[in-house]
């Protein structure tokens, strides 16, 4: 599985733990050898990027959020599908990975709060550890409520650029 | 964090404690403090974190 020196294949959809259609018939095998700590960081613009070190070759990725793009590094393939909050990637290569800083960007297209959303990252099943880390705001938000007009309930989102003591007028 | 009606008068605390830096979400389901249904109209949410104030509108149309 992924020996040689070039792959040649058409992605069209990849879902976590099954990329038989990409890699033949075989049973899904997407773990990067040896497993070592991914770093999936949020830029203040939006942009995600992860951090992986060189030579791994395969990895898959479960990410929670809006919508997005996702590019990687030239020499490099990769696939996402974004579905719900829920953004499916797998990235296969043989090329080494000269700068892992920027080796797989993430272009977030979100709604509400762009910049900070939270994520939760399920890497290889789970099998490789990632650290989300997520940028502070910058300043004292509070976000249109949705939906408004509302019945029965409507959701704010309001982003902290620091521990804050979120109290009432009478307190 | 608290919901008050255009008459100003306090209707609901949906935040009252220190919050981590970062995103939050709160849902108002439309309820007093007492857990009593609200009636239909504009109602102020307002945000009150350390010396700053922000607010927003919403409408519930019943």
Redesign the interface.
Known sequence: MLEGPSLEFNIDMVLLGDVTTNWGTGPAKIAASPPRALDLSVRETGTWSLHMGAGDPVFAAEVEMRSAEVTAVEGWLVAWHAEGSTLRIAVAGFDPITDPTDFLTIRANTGLVPTFERVNVVLNEGTIPAEVQINRPHSLALHPAVPNPFNPSTQLSYELPEETAVYTWSS | ??VVNALGQ?VR??????????????????LDDQGRDVASGVYI??????D?V?????????
């Open positions: 964090m608290v306090h605390t949906l935040v009252n404690e220190r919050m981590a830096p970062g995103a939050h979400r709160v849902t108002w389901s439309a949410v307002s945000l009150r974190a350390g700053k922000l607010h927003q509108r919403v409408l519930l149309v019943k």
